[in-house]
């Protein structure tokens, strides 16, 4: 099981990103997709969550900027960052996550993370 999530990098304010999440290892299309991130200092703090079946949700501070999807053929998951403000400098990391109904164990896999820093 693995997931491998790439595309941070350096960025003025303003600017776009666009992070990468592949899957490996389990049935990606059978789990819901979320976009965390971890401030130096902070705890770490879901910002963008999209389940199996497309629906999406944003936190406050990234709605309307931020934009999750996922592409199910390719396992892998995207977060599409627009309007990058130095605040959304973090690490950030996605995961899989689904409830077995049959052992009632809740699955939730996570990637390594992937830097992102945007200077003003």
């Known amino acids: 099981v693995q997931l491998q999530a790439s595309g941070g990098g350096l960025v003025q304010a303003g600017g776009s990103l666009r992070l990468s999440c592949v899957a490996s290892?389990?049935?990606?299309?059978?789990?819901?997709v979320g976009w965390s991130r971890q401030a130096p200092g902070k705890e770490r703090e879901l910002v963008a969550q999209i389940t199996n079946g497309g629906s999406t949700t944003y936190d406050n501070d990234v709605k309307g900027r931020f934009t999750i999807s996922r592409d199910d053929t390719k396992n892998t998951a995207y977060l599409q960052m627009n309007g990058l403000k130095p605040e959304d400098t973090a690490v950030y990391y996605c995961?899989?996550?689904?409830?077995?109904?049959?052992?009632?164990?809740?699955?939730?896999?996570w990637g390594q993370g992937t830097k992102v820093t945007v200077s003003s």
């Open positions: 995961n899989a996550r689904r409830l077995d109904l049959v052992s009632i164990t809740d699955i939730n896999y």
């Open positions: 290892g389990f049935s990606f299309g059978d789990y819901a």
